[in-house]
């Protein structure tokens, strides 16, 4: 089954978030309103994905799965190929969506009461993951020049010298302003983040779809030891984890 990017497909009635949805909380019609709000793609899924779903289903028995080794041979080699970085599998673990993954990092990395920076405008549930955590929402919001978006450093520095603030949230490519973080400015804030104790938890669920030379950096290219975890993730299961703790990357709504 090859993958069709002509044919329209009606997804009202089928509890869809975007179609559906719009109705539920808006008091939208679809008929008449572009739904523009979720980052949600009408494509159908590859066939080789359909084809591995139907044949899990038909036989019947859905009990509790494992994870495995290929799927984590395969995300390494992924990042290998792509990225040019070197990701021992035993280094990786799931989680069932970016935001909870995110939610792990700030409880693991984080203790309740304590401050988390995010730089709005930045993808509306960060605000949410933060304060449902129980953590203090810091702000530093971008600088923004003719449409043009940067890291205010010199804000991020002040409010990481706060010895209350933990962890920097970083979105690359950032959204919704569309910027992929050069090289130098992820060693900025790695700077920031090592100088100041506190520990920056990125994630990049929009990544793949850029082109080069836009492509987003995995990593800074610095030593700095403000990306890796100061102290061993206790809420989640990480044997290992010390060494490399990336957050999930979206894959669910990509044709």
């Not at 069709?4 to 008449?32: A, C, H, Q, Y």
């Not at 030379?213 to 030593?223: A, D, E, L, S, V």
């Amino acid at each position: 089954m090859a993958s069709s990017f002509d044919k329209v497909i009606n997804r009202m009635n089928t509890d869809s978030l975007k179609w559906d949805g719009m109705k539920e909380r808006f008091g939208l019609i679809p008929d008449d309103t572009l739904p523009m709000w979720v980052a949600d793609m009408d494509f159908l899924s590859p066939g080789p994905v359909i084809k591995a779903l139907r044949e899990r289903v038909e036989h019947g028995v859905f009990g509790y799965a494992s994870d495995p080794r290929s799927v984590f041979d395969a995300v390494a080699d992924w990042m290998e190929r792509v990225h040019g970085w070197t990701v021992d599998p035993s280094w990786i673990f799931t989680a069932p969506g970016v935001m909870p993954a995110i939610g792990m990092a700030i409880r693991a990395l984080t203790s309740t009461g304590d401050k988390v920076v995010i730089m709005p405008p930045v993808y509306p549930p960060f605000f949410r993951i933060v304060e449902d955590n129980e953590r203090i929402l810091v702000q530093v919001p971008l600088i923004e020049e003719k449409g043009y978006y940067n890291m205010d450093f010199e804000g991020l520095e002040r409010a990481c010298r706060d010895k209350a603030v933990k962890m920097v949230l970083l979105c690359s490519p950032h959204n919704p302003v569309g910027r992929v973080w050069t090289a130098r400015e992820l060693d900025k804030l790695a700077e920031i983040s090592e100088e100041t104790e506190t520990v920056t938890s990125p994630t990049r669920p929009f990544g793949p779809p850029t082109k080069r030379p836009t492509r987003p950096q995995p990593r800074p290219t610095t030593t700095s030891s403000a990306w890796q975890p100061r102290k061993p993730l206790t809420n989640t299961a990480t044997s290992g984890a010390e060494r490399c703790f990336h957050t999930s990357k979206r894959t669910w709504n990509r044709p």
